[in-house]
C-alpha cells in the first residue's frame, strides 16, 4: 500500500504562488506514475498534471500550462507542484495520486489506485 499526504495549500492573492507537496509513505513512488488532480465545489475532478516515472517527462492539462510545474524528489519519496500566477479559478481541493508499480500516469482518475486527502487552495481575487 501507499499512503500518500498533501500539504502546502493555503490563502493566496491572485498573481501569487503556493508549492504543495505530495509525501508517500509505505511504499516508493519512483516506478509509479504520479498526478496532481484538483476538483473545485460543484465541479468534477480535474486532470492538471501528471509526472512519467520512467522517463521523467511531464503532461500538463492546458489550464496550467506555463504556470504549474511538477517534479518530484526520489530520495524523499515526494512530488511536488510548484503553482505560479495563481487566478481565482486555480480554486480547488488539489490532490495527488500514484498508479501501481510500472504503471505510466493518464489523464484519468482511475488510472491511479493511490489517492492523497486533498489540500485546499484558495486563491482570492
Known amino acids: 500500500q501507499v499512503q500518500l499526504a498533501e500539504s502546502g495549500g493555503g490563502l493566496v492573492q491572485a498573481g501569487g504562488s503556493l508549492r504543495l507537496s505530495c509525501a508517500a509513505s509505505g511504499r516508493t513512488l519512483s516506478s509509479r506514475g504520479t498526478c496532481w488532480f484538483r476538483q473545485a465545489p460543484g465541479k468534477e475532478r480535474e486532470f492538471v498534471v501528471a509526472?512519467?516515472?520512467?522517463?521523467?517527462?511531464?503532461y500538463y492539462a492546458d489550464s496550467v500550462k506555463g504556470r504549474f510545474t511538477i517534479s518530484r524528489d526520489n530520495a524523499k519519496n515526494t512530488v511536488y507542484l510548484q503553482m505560479n500566477s495563481l487566478k481565482p479559478e486555480d480554486t480547488a481541493v488539489y490532490y495527488c495520486?500514484?498508479?501501481?508499480?510500472?504503471?505510466?500516469?493518464?489523464?484519468?482518475?482511475?488510472?491511479?489506485?493511490?489517492w492523497g486527502q486533498g489540500t485546499q487552495v484558495t486563491v482570492s481575487s
Open positions: 495520486a500514484a498508479t501501481r508499480l510500472g504503471i505510466e500516469p493518464g489523464t484519468s482518475a482511475t488510472r491511479y489506485d493511490y
Open positions: 509526472i512519467y516515472w520512467s522517463s521523467g517527462s511531464t
